[in-house]
């Protein structure tokens, strides 16, 4: 089952990391410490003696986006495309990250279609700013918008159709506990803002 979401408003403003007082590594593993405790464990038991460590560890690789630029994967483009101006799909981009309200996973797809203006971006800069802007703490709608954002922002193409499809733990995992749920999330730009004729073509390309 999946539910649809289209993402109209444009993304909250948010503080940037350099605005943000960021606590040392030890304030961090002593923050684990406490939640282990309050989940009834013994932080100091054997198994649970390097996991504030790891934790830490792990935070800095899930959540890296932060302090990452994606328009710096954006900046150059190419023109010399033997006057190719149809459509550009990079379909099946997988992503992970976490939901704001419960800092838990959502996991799944990213579909990103775009008409060229003046030039092509590599097809890889196109998943390096999934990947970055996933790797932050989120909400669906407002990761799609982010991705859109930047994407039509840097390359201004006559149009761009920015498509993701996650399961999110926050309802398999809590809650109304529902696995196999998916959530659908789309942001039209240009050609494919008021046409039904090309989100069509978005849809059948990304069904394949």
Request: net charge negative; proline share 5%; charged share 25%.
């Amino acid at each position: 089952m999946d539910a649809v979401l289209n993402t109209g408003k444009a993304p909250h403003i948010r503080k940037s990391t350099a605005e943000l007082k960021r606590p040392s590594r030890e304030e961090a593993e002593a923050a684990v410490r406490t939640l282990l405790a309050w989940a009834g464990d013994d932080p100091q038991r054997e198994g649970l003696l390097d996991t504030p460590k790891r934790v830490a560890k792990a935070y800095e690789e899930l959540f890296s986006g932060y302090f990452q630029d994606p328009m710096e994967h954006l900046e150059r483009t190419f023109e010399d495309v033997g006057g190719y101006t149809d459509i550009v799909l990079v379909r099946g981009i997988p992503f992970h990250s976490h939901c704001e309200h419960h800092m838990l996973p959502f996991i799944g797809t990213a579909h990103i279609a775009y008409y060229p203006s003046e030039g092509v971006v590599g097809l890889s800069k196109l998943a390096r700013v999934v990947d970055i802007f996933s790797k932050r703490l989120q909400t669906q709608e407002n990761l799609t918008a982010q991705i859109a954002s930047a994407i039509d922002g840097s390359l201004a193409p006559r149009g761009l159709a920015v498509m993701l499809e996650a399961e999110h733990q926050c309802m398999t995992m809590r809650g109304v506990q529902k696995p196999g749920v998916s959530t659908i999330t789309t942001r039209f730009t240009g050609v494919f803002e008021d046409n039904a004729g090309e989100q069509a073509k978005f849809m059948s390309l990304v069904r394949g």
